[in-house]
Nanobody
């Protein structure tokens, strides 16, 4: 499974961005997908994740009510709509896909994409 993020960039505080994560390869093995972020000097943290069918989502408290995760399995793409952005949202954002194939499971990661929010 290969994951490629897009949609990052520089935005002013209060603005919006939409991240996309396109998956390719053995996408039929992908189960839960999620977005993580890592700010300088801080550990990587979960932002949001979504189950295979999209029926359940989970958000970090810091982004609840501002971010929305979704996925389009027909397009093998996951999204993160980020609204009301704050300077503390500045980080490298990573796409994650949890793959399950028989007795094996593995986490795949994208290369990361920078999101910078200017105050």
């Amino acid at each position: 499974v290969q994951l490629v993020e897009s949609g990052g960039g520089l935005v002013q505080a209060g603005g919006s961005l939409r991240l996309s994560c396109a998956a390719s390869g053995s996408t039929f093995t992908i189960n839960t997908m999620g977005w993580y972020r890592q700010a300088p000097g801080k550990p990587r943290e979960l932002v949001a994740d979504i189950t295979k069918g999209g029926g359940r989502t989970n958000y970090a408290d810091s982004v609840k009510g501002r971010f929305a995760i979704s996925r389009d399995n027909a397009k093998n793409t996951m999204y993160l709509q980020m609204n009301s952005l704050k300077s503390e949202d500045t980080a490298v954002y990573y796409c994650n896909a949890h793959s399950v194939a028989g007795p094996w499971d593995y986490d795949y990661w994208g290369q990361g994409i920078q999101v910078t929010v200017s105050s």
